[in-house]
């Protein structure tokens, strides 16, 4: 076996490379661009080697170096993960040439599938059922429109070079071709570098099934079982699961034999992914589904822990093992399948405004409590959760790299399970510093086409109303969640009470605080009435009594005949609270921020809500200027400021530092 590797990417394929090398002995070299020089994937291997700037095609893209740093370092090997160097054959026989084993497959089989076009042939030739098309060599634009006339609408064009779903379009009717083909042929040329299209049947309801491949050097070749990818946004993968629902043994039998013959018409070594289109004449009849080669991916796929999960397979150490020279570890009859496992892909982005990518900072990043691939077992929690990620909390997602935060995997004995418990692992994964798809991908989970297993590539687009722009926690309950935050950290483990504290007595009856809010774009006041016991009002809403215990990092909030555990984060004036229900945003403004304008009342400076007095910057007698700092006061455990909100010369102060004083307190006299 090897004794040393260099591993050819960054983030979380990076992490999850280095820990079975760990477990098998292998030492790991990663290698760094500037933005990732403290990044996981490096403090996760035992050496590491800086190759350039931040951007990919100043490090990661720049083979030249990375060979180097493996020959600099005695690497015997390169595991290029997914994406950047994967899939260039280019690459691969750089490795070879320099004395290095490329694990993954050779370069021919690389070059054989990177093209659509010549792939298919390749599959014709195999026997392996392909979707209804042209894919040949003239690109005669009238030849091209007779094509799709005799296929017959809708027709998919595809560029041929293509991939992440650009240089592609749907065309309903005949007159629309030319000018669709003209629009795609552009985009291809500026992404790929080639105008080359294929025109295939546009088939309707599909699903995309995968098939997991692994071949060796000895002519072997297994299929893994298959997973589902069906559940995708812009032509990319949000949701993936295994096995796929619905599935027959036949139908299931048919796929992998087809997948074998794809990956031997290539002389496949190593681990592959062949993808297919699977038509169904309606989402409750298993038996019509129609298969159709797509494309082979050469290379471990994001997915692939779904895969691990029902077969109890580590497959990096098959693609180490396979790339050592060794033979297939078992043979098709011995691979067994347990369960159903569920994949969701966590992104820095924002699906409510088109899934824009998003960056920033990761403030906090509270994951469910997991176990490694190794060992995924039942938690605290009852969730069977593994999660596969390249960053810790404080760490910064760049617009270098792709938005993948991390993946989410759940396993269960039934698909039902295995739902219920993705559902309650995204609900765990606290994210604050930047937007996310952890809200979408419940909504998603929780959606009954979703649940029904009523799966096609435009699923989300069909239950659009009920994943967008939605939030589960209302306005009461939020409201409730960062009020009833707010005391705890007043009062802190004392208890809901806040005359249980010395400081906190007062010689007059009944107390009322107010607090402005905005939640949805629209300000909303909210009043708390301290008595024998405390009583909240929101907006519009009815009074009701608050009350809330603490538990763990969060509370349990009781309001308006509602019970529910809540986690506030602050983030300046905004609050991000997460519930078992879902998580919301609410902006609590601080009127002591602005108290020199907003308390001014002929003169007077009073005490916008209640707190302590720590101290004075003048005096009486005192000459001050607009703006100038008055006193300092302690709320909710932080200290505000109060300005002097014209010229002007202290008259009088009325407190003394450490003085608890009541909201609509005059603090000091000022006259103008």
């Given at each position: 076996?090897?004794?040393?590797i260099?591993i050819?990417?960054?983030?979380?394929?990076?992490?999850?490379?280095?820990?079975?090398?760990?477990?098998?002995?292998?030492?790991?070299?990663?290698?760094?661009?500037?933005a990732?020089?403290?990044?996981?994937?490096?403090?996760a291997?035992?050496?590491?080697?800086?190759?350039?700037?931040?951007?990919?095609?100043?490090?990661?893209?720049?083979?030249?170096r990375?060979l180097?740093?493996?020959?600099d370092?005695?690497?015997?090997?390169v595991?290029?993960?997914?994406?950047?160097?994967?899939?260039?054959?280019?690459?691969?026989?750089?490795?070879?040439?320099?004395?290095?084993?490329?694990?993954?497959?050779?370069a021919?089989?690389i070059?054989?599938?990177?093209l659509?076009?010549?792939?298919?042939?390749?599959?014709?030739?195999?026997?392996?059922?392909?979707?209804?098309?042209?894919?040949?060599?003239?690109?005669?634009?009238?030849?091209?429109?007779?094509?799709?006339?005799?296929?017959?609408?809708?027709v998919?064009?595809?560029?041929?070079?293509?991939?992440?779903?650009?240089?592609?379009?749907?065309?309903?009717?005949?007159?629309?071709?030319?000018?669709?083909?003209?629009s795609?042929?552009?985009?291809a040329?500026?992404?790929?570098?080639?105008?080359?299209?294929?025109?295939?049947?546009?088939?309707?309801?599909?699903?995309?099934?995968?098939?997991?491949?692994?071949?060796d050097?000895?002519?072997?070749?297994?299929?893994?079982?298959?997973?589902?990818?069906?559940v995708?946004?812009?032509?990319?993968?949000?949701?993936?699961?295994?096995?796929?629902?619905?599935?027959?043994?036949?139908?299931?039998?048919?796929?992998?034999?087809?997948?074998?013959?794809?990956?031997q018409a290539?002389?496949?070594?190593?681990?592959?992914?062949?993808?297919?289109?699977?038509?169904?004449?309606?989402?409750?009849?298993?038996?019509?589904?129609?298969?159709?080669?797509?494309?082979?991916?050469?290379?471990?796929?994001?997915?692939?822990?779904?895969?691990?999960?029902?077969?109890?397979l580590?497959?990096?150490?098959?693609?180490?093992?396979?790339?050592n020279?060794?033979?297939?570890?078992?043979?098709?009859?011995?691979?067994?399948?347990?369960?159903?496992?569920?994949?969701?892909r966590?992104?820095?982005?924002?699906?409510?405004?088109?899934?824009?990518?998003?960056?920033?900072?990761?403030?906090?990043?509270?994951?469910?409590?997991?176990r490694?691939?190794?060992?995924?077992?039942?938690?605290?929690?009852?969730?069977?959760?593994?999660?596969?990620?390249?960053?810790?909390?404080g760490?910064?997602?760049?617009?270098?790299?792709?938005?993948?935060?991390?993946?989410?995997?759940?396993?269960?004995?039934?698909?039902?399970?295995?739902?219920?418990?993705?559902?309650?692992?995204?609900?765990?994964?606290?994210?604050?510093?930047?937007?996310?798809?952890?809200?979408?991908?419940?909504?998603?989970?929780?959606?009954?086409?979703?649940?029904?297993?009523?799966?096609?590539?435009?699923?989300?687009?069909?239950?659009?109303?009920?994943?967008?722009?939605?939030?589960?926690?209302?306005?009461?309950?939020?409201?409730?969640?960062?009020?009833?935050?707010?005391?705890?950290?007043?009062?802190?483990?004392?208890?809901?009470?806040?005359?249980?504290?010395?400081?906190?007595w007062?010689?007059?009856?009944?107390?009322?605080?107010?607090?402005?809010l905005?939640?949805?774009?629209?300000?909303?006041?909210?009043?708390?009435?301290?008595?024998?016991?405390?009583?909240?009002?929101?907006?519009?809403?009815?009074?009701s009594?608050?009350?809330f215990?603490?538990?763990?990092?969060?509370?349990?909030?009781?309001?308006?005949?509602q019970?529910?555990?809540?986690t506030?984060y602050p983030?300046?004036?905004?609050?991000h609270?997460?519930?078992?229900?879902?998580?919301?945003?609410i902006?609590?403004?601080?009127?002591?921020?602005?108290?020199?304008?907003?308390?001014?009342?002929?003169?007077?400076?009073?005490?916008?809500?209640?707190?302590?007095?720590?101290?004075?910057?003048?005096?009486?007698?005192?000459?001050?200027?607009?703006g100038?700092?008055?006193?300092?006061?302690e709320?909710?455990?932080?200290?505000?400021?109060?300005?002097?909100?014209?010229?002007?010369?202290?008259?009088?102060?009325?407190y003394?530092?450490?003085?608890?004083?009541?909201?609509?307190?005059?603090?000091?006299?000022?006259?103008?």
């Amino acid at each position: 076996m090897f004794k040393k590797i260099l591993i050819a990417n960054r983030g979380e394929i990076a992490c999850r490379v280095a820990a079975t090398a760990r477990r098998m002995g292998i030492a790991t070299v990663a290698v760094y661009s500037d933005a990732d020089a403290g990044a996981k994937h490096v403090q996760a291997s035992d050496e590491a080697v800086h190759v350039g700037a931040s951007a990919p095609k100043d490090s990661y893209l720049r083979w030249e170096r990375i060979l180097q740093a493996a020959k600099d370092t005695g690497a015997e090997a390169v595991h290029p993960g997914y994406g950047f160097l994967s899939e260039n054959e280019d690459f691969a026989k750089a490795c070879t040439a320099a004395g290095l084993v490329f694990i993954g497959p050779p370069a021919s089989a690389i070059l054989a599938m990177g093209l659509k076009a010549e792939s298919k042939r390749l599959m014709e030739t195999a026997g392996v059922p392909l979707v209804p098309g042209y894919h040949g060599a003239d690109q005669d634009p009238a030849l091209l429109q007779r094509e799709a006339d005799r296929i017959g609408y809708p027709v998919l064009i595809k560029a041929s070079a293509g991939g992440g779903g650009k240089g592609m379009r749907v065309v309903e009717k005949s007159e629309d071709f030319a000018a669709a083909l003209a629009s795609c042929q552009r985009e291809a040329i500026n992404s790929f570098g080639s105008d080359a299209v294929l025109i295939e049947k546009y088939v309707q309801r599909p699903r995309h099934i995968e098939i997991q491949v692994f071949g060796d050097t000895h002519g072997q070749c297994v299929y893994l079982f298959e997973r589902d990818c069906s559940v995708q946004r812009r032509h990319q993968k949000v949701l993936e699961e295994a096995p796929a629902p619905g599935m027959t043994e036949t139908l299931r039998a048919q796929m992998g034999a087809a997948a074998v013959a794809a990956a031997q018409a290539v002389n496949y070594v190593g681990a592959g992914t062949v993808e297919f289109i699977v038509e169904q004449t309606a989402y409750d009849q298993p038996e019509s589904m129609k298969f159709y080669f797509m494309e082979m991916n050469t290379r471990l796929q994001v997915e692939h822990p779904v895969t691990e999960a029902i077969t109890g397979l580590d497959l990096v150490e098959w693609q180490l093992r396979v790339a050592n020279g060794e033979p297939l570890p078992l043979q098709q009859s011995e691979i067994r399948m347990t369960g159903h496992a569920i994949e969701a892909r966590i992104c820095a982005e924002s699906p409510d405004n088109h899934f824009l990518p998003a960056t920033g900072t990761l403030q906090v990043y509270r994951k469910p409590q997991a176990r490694s691939f190794e060992r995924a077992r039942l938690n605290d929690t009852g969730v069977a959760v593994r999660i596969d990620d390249g960053v810790r909390e404080g760490d910064t997602i760049s617009p270098f790299y792709d938005s993948m935060v991390a993946k989410l995997i759940v396993q269960g004995d039934t698909r039902e399970q295995a739902l219920a418990r993705l559902d309650t692992a995204l609900a765990q994964t606290h994210i604050v510093g930047l937007n996310t798809n952890v809200q979408f991908l419940r909504h998603v989970v929780r959606s009954p086409a979703f649940a029904q297993a009523q799966l096609d590539t435009a699923l989300i687009q069909r239950e659009s109303a009920m994943l967008f722009n939605q939030d589960p926690v209302g306005l009461q309950a939020a409201a409730a969640a960062v009020i009833a935050d707010a005391l705890h950290a007043e009062v802190g483990a004392q208890g809901a009470d806040p005359f249980s504290r010395r400081e906190g007595w007062q010689s007059h009856g009944t107390t009322r605080r107010r607090f402005e809010l905005t939640y949805d774009g629209h300000p909303v006041r909210a009043v708390l009435t301290y008595g024998p016991q405390l009583r909240l009002q929101v907006g519009e809403g009815a009074e009701s009594a608050l009350q809330f215990t603490p538990q763990g990092a969060g509370l349990w909030v009781h309001f308006n005949g509602q019970r529910l555990h809540s986690t506030v984060y602050p983030q300046d004036e905004v609050r991000h609270v997460f519930t078992p229900q879902g998580a919301t945003r609410i902006h609590l403004l601080d009127p002591l921020a602005h108290a020199g304008e907003a308390a001014q009342e002929g003169g007077r400076l009073t005490a916008p809500m209640p707190g302590k007095v720590v101290s004075f910057a003048v005096k009486a007698g005192d000459k001050v200027k607009a703006g100038q700092a008055l006193a300092v006061m302690e709320a909710m455990k932080m200290e505000h400021t109060i300005a002097a909100p014209q010229d002007g010369t202290v008259a009088e102060l009325l407190y003394a530092p450490g003085d608890q004083v009541a909201e609509g307190a005059e603090l000091l006299k000022l006259q103008a």
